[in-house]
C-alpha cells in the first residue's frame, strides 16, 4: 500500500499552492485598487500566471508517471468518488485560469511579455466583445478556484483533526 505522495509531487503541490494563492491575491488587489503599483503588479501576475500554465502541465505529467496515496479504506464510495472529482476540478481550473486570462489578452490586443524572456503574441485587432467575456470567465473562474482550494483544504483539515487519518500527512 501506497501511503505517501513522492517528493517530486509534494513539492509540486506546495509551490502550486503558494504560487496560486498569491496570484489570486493579486488578481483580487488589481481588481479593487487604481494605484501607480498596478501596472507592475499586472505584469508579474501575467508572468507568473504563464509559469503556472507550464507548471501544471509538468505535474499533471508528474502525477501520471508517479502513484498517489489510497484514500482511507473505511471512506464511503461517494466520498471517493466526490474526492476524485475535486482534484479532477482543481486541475481543470489550473489549467482554465491562465488560458482564459492570455485570452482575454489577446482579444484586448495585449501581448504578455514572460519576465521579459519572450512575449505571446496579441490579436492584431482588438475585439472588446471578446475580451469582455474573457474577463467575466477569468474572474469567475478564479472564485470557483478560491472556493474550491478553501474547500480542498477543510477536507484536509478534517481527515487530519477528525478523522485522525494519513490523508494530510501524505503530503506533507
Known amino acids: ?10 513539492i509540486f503541490h506546495w ?11 493579486a488578481g483580487l488587489l488589481m481588481v479593487q485598487s487604481l494605484e501607480p ?3 507592475t503588479i499586472l505584469g508579474l501576475h501575467k508572468s507568473f500566471g504563464v509559469l503556472a500554465a507550464i507548471l501544471v502541465i509538468i ?3 508528474n502525477r501520471f508517471r508517479n502513484m498517489v ?3 482511507p479504506s473505511d471512506l464511503s464510495a461517494l466520498q471517493k468518488a466526490i474526492a476524485r472529482l475535486s482534484h479532477v476540478l482543481l486541475y481543470g481550473f ?8 492570455y485570452l482575454m489578452q489577446y482579444a484586448a490586443g495585449r501581448p504578455v511579455e514572460v519576465f ?3 512575449r505571446l503574441p496579441a490579436s492584431l485587432s482588438v475585439d472588446i466583445q471578446t475580451y469582455s467575456i474573457f ?7 478564479a472564485l470557483f478556484l478560491m472556493a474550491l482550494i478553501c474547500l480542498h483544504a477543510v477536507a484536509a483539515l478534517h481527515h487530519h483533526f477528525v478523522r485522525k487519518d494519513n490523508v494530510l500527512k501524505s503530503m506533507l
Open 59 to 61: 505535474r499533471l505529467l
Open 1 to 10: 500500500m501506497n501511503n505517501r505522495f513522492s517528493l517530486s509531487m509534494r
Open 15 to 25: 509551490a502550486m499552492a503558494a504560487l496560486l494563492i498569491s496570484l489570486l491575491s
Open 135 to 141: 474577463r467575466e470567465l477569468h474572474g469567475w473562474l
Open 94 to 101: 489550473m489549467l482554465a485560469m491562465p488560458i482564459s486570462g
Open 37 to 39: 503599483w498596478q501596472i
Open 116 to 118: 521579459s524572456l519572450f
Open 69 to 71: 496515496p489510497d484514500l
